[in-house]
């Protein structure tokens, strides 16, 4: 049973060296919050991911961890965290630091205030990005197709800072990258998104699991897949209740 609050699922493969500092991360930028929690979802690691997991939960008891036994991907693993959570909002984050978790506490406090009028989702931005060249390249050519095919006006889906009502994201379809289609994914259901400049750091440790072949060529099939359903979304209509009384 889901409460008020927000869960924030952080999926991390083979991240065991930018753990403690996201965690620590994570707990100071939501300091001014009641409710919410924490969950790692450790995507099949092969390094000692399991076992820092393990320390930090010592230390920090809003920390839960969820473990796939195989690497599944991401999209996979932000699924297993939404599917664990226990608060109505969901806040996702990469766990590799180049985010910075008070970018994910300011887009929350801008969804609880918005309240009524609130979008469907508030997405970070990432205008000054520090990746490689190659890594940039990649991203902005995926950005461009998309964008151009799904029109679901977010200039950086690939950005993982991302707020929106847990019940929302249960009832999108599920497949392999889906979290790269969330915006349009939500516009289907008539939800839209709006996106905020965030800050995007370098990475400090690990190595990307992303390039151009992982991120423009694989997501093709997915990409064409979307923008099928897409095309046949259900309309909002009016119907009424026929009554015969005797």
Not at 3 to 31: C, D, K, M, Q, T
Not at 77 to 83: F, H, K, M, Q, S
Not at 121 to 130: A, D, T, W
Not at 185 to 214: D, E
């Amino acid at each position: 049973m889901s409460r008020l609050g927000i869960s924030i699922v952080a999926p991390a493969h083979e991240e065991a060296e930018s753990l403690p500092e996201l965690v620590r991360s994570v707990g100071n930028a939501f300091l001014a919050f009641d409710a919410w929690e924490m969950i790692v979802v450790d995507d099949g690691s092969r390094d000692n991911t399991a076992g820092v997991l393990a320390g930090l939960q010592s230390e920090h008891s809003r920390l839960r961890v969820v473990r796939h036994l195989n690497n599944r991907g991401q999209s996979a693993a932000i699924c297993t965290g939404a599917d664990a959570a226990r608060y109505d909002w969901l806040g996702f984050l990469d766990a590799d630091g180049q985010n910075d978790p008070a970018d994910l506490a300011k887009l929350y406090s801008e969804m609880l205030e918005a309240g009524d009028t609130a979008p469907g989702m508030i997405m970070g931005h990432r205008r000054k990005r520090k990746d490689g060249w190659l890594t940039r390249l990649s991203s902005r050519i995926a950005n461009s197709v998309r964008a151009g095919l799904l029109r679901d006006r977010t200039p950086d889906t690939g950005c993982s800072l991302k707020i929106l009502a847990r019940d929302d994201f249960l009832a999108l379809p599920r497949f392999d990258h889906m979290h790269r289609f969330l915006p349009a994914l939500l516009l289907r259901r008539g939800l839209q998104t709006v996106s905020r400049p965030v800050a995007h750091y370098p990475r400090r440790a690990g190595r990307s699991k992303y390039g151009l072949g992982n991120r423009l060529w694989v997501g093709i099939a997915d990409l064409l897949g979307v923008w099928w359903l897409s095309r046949r979304r259900f309309r909002p209509g009016t119907s009424e209740e026929i009554r015969h009384d005797d």
